[in-house]
């Protein structure tokens, strides 16, 4: 299933609060789901790092082809930022394929949306998320990327349940991340792998890349999303 996009749509979205450890600032439509027992990191800046040093280092272009983006995939780049991926993925992906940025800052997404509107991709919208909830349309993403964001992500267990529903059949979930504490901008891959199988996904593919960083996970949906009030919070040693 296709989703259908205005360029450069962005939905305003009322703003949610972050969590604390005690939860009493948690937002009401986590509340139903477990919180995590780990550290979150702080929200970074939106340049993770010089996009010329990333080209350099053929990150890029190694995950895509990792993940098997080709012309016509229909993707989503969450925690979307400057662009980075975003871009990249519009280009592989062609005119006949469509890409969906998102994040929860509105002023990336504003120069997000003058660079797509500068360098005509009219193959990409943009929309605002909420931070347990990426708020992305129904059966329509062949993959969903989650590039150096998921450890900054406050409530995991909400954010993946209502990820899932948005992955098209056989689609996956990509995830680049860093093997370090998550309070430390990275998060170990067992903690990442306990986390989405408490959500109801299954672990399809894991490259630890060094030459970039850090690791490569790709996830499916077993089609079944538990209760949330029969998820359990996976335990973290930091």
């Not at 800052?105 to 009219?122: H, M, P, Q, S, W």
Request: hydrophobic share 40%.
């Amino acid at each position: 299933m296709i989703f259908r996009m205005s360029f450069l749509a962005i939905l305003s979205l009322a703003a949610c609060k972050p969590v604390d450890t005690g939860g009493s600032s948690r937002p009401e439509s986590s509340r139903e789901f477990p919180l995590a027992a780990r550290a979150v990191s702080a929200v970074a800046g939106t340049q993770f790092s010089t996009e010329t040093a990333r080209d350099e280092a053929g990150e890029a272009e190694m995950v895509m082809d990792w993940a098997g983006i080709e012309p016509g995939s229909t993707v989503a780049d969450i925690g979307a930022g400057e662009g980075y991926y975003t871009v990249r993925l519009a280009k592989r992906v062609g005119p006949k394929g469509r890409v969906l940025a998102q994040d929860i800052n509105r002023d990336a997404l504003r120069r997000l949306g003058e660079r797509i509107a500068r360098e005509r991709f009219d193959n990409v919208a943009i929309k605002e998320g909420a931070i347990d909830d990426p708020r992305l349309p129904a059966g329509s993403f062949d993959r969903i990327f989650l590039v150096h964001m998921y450890h900054e992500v406050t409530e995991p267990y909400a954010f993946l349940w209502r990820l899932e529903p948005a992955l098209a059949k056989g689609g996956q979930v990509i995830v680049v991340d860093r093997d370090r504490p998550t309070n430390q901008h990275g998060i170990p891959p067992k903690l990442l792998f306990c986390e989405f199988e408490a959500v109801g996904f299954h672990l399809k593919g894991y490259s630890e890349r060094l030459d970039v960083g850090g690791y490569f996970a790709r996830f499916e949906s077993s089609g079944e999303r538990p209760d949330p009030g029969k998820i359990k919070a996976c335990q973290s040693k930091n």
